[in-house]
């Protein structure tokens, strides 16, 4: 079964406002995505990085729904020590602390997608793809290569 990790940016996506047509059109790949994985198609794979970014999330009602979409996640993978030490080798190549600590999650869940709409992580990780131990990709860019398939 196909395993994707998402990270915060990609969570928030739906409750963006949706005035650009990228925008819109990466809440929709989200939302397509979560709900593949509600569907028992996917697993979804969190982890403590989310629940600990989504718990800052300053805005008390998006924070909320962002918990309630977490309640879905098939697996949440706690952090190790030894995925700290991973994340700061993440660190080195570029990413930024959070952004290497979901890497660093998601290498250990061994799925087989992490997405982002972050284009800094996007760009930092195709940078370092052959470094790296999971694919990283835009939610949107994802989901049209998987229905071509």
Not at 13 to 40: N, S
Not at 46 to 60: K, Q
Request: glycine fraction near 2%; include cysteine.
């Amino acid at each position: 079964m196909l395993r994707v990790y998402l990270d915060v940016c990609c969570l928030n996506r739906p409750f963006d406002t949706q005035g650009q047509d990228r925008l819109r059109l990466e809440a929709e790949a989200t939302l397509l995505i979560l709900k593949h994985c509600e569907a028992g198609e996917w697993h979804w794979v969190t982890s403590d990085v989310v629940h600990y970014e989504v718990d800052a999330v300053p805005n008390r009602d998006r924070r909320e729904r962002l918990k309630e979409m977490l309640k879905s996640a098939d697996t949440c993978i706690s952090l190790s020590k030894a995925m700290v030490k991973r994340g700061e080798e993440l660190k080195e190549m570029g990413l930024k602390a959070y952004d290497a600590l979901h890497v660093a999650c998601a290498e250990h869940a061994q799925v087989d997608v992490f997405l982002t709409t972050d284009d800094q992580l996007c760009r930092v990780a195709t940078r370092h793809a052959q470094r790296l131990k999971v694919r990283v990709e835009n939610p949107l860019t994802w989901l049209q290569e998987e229905y071509e398939r």
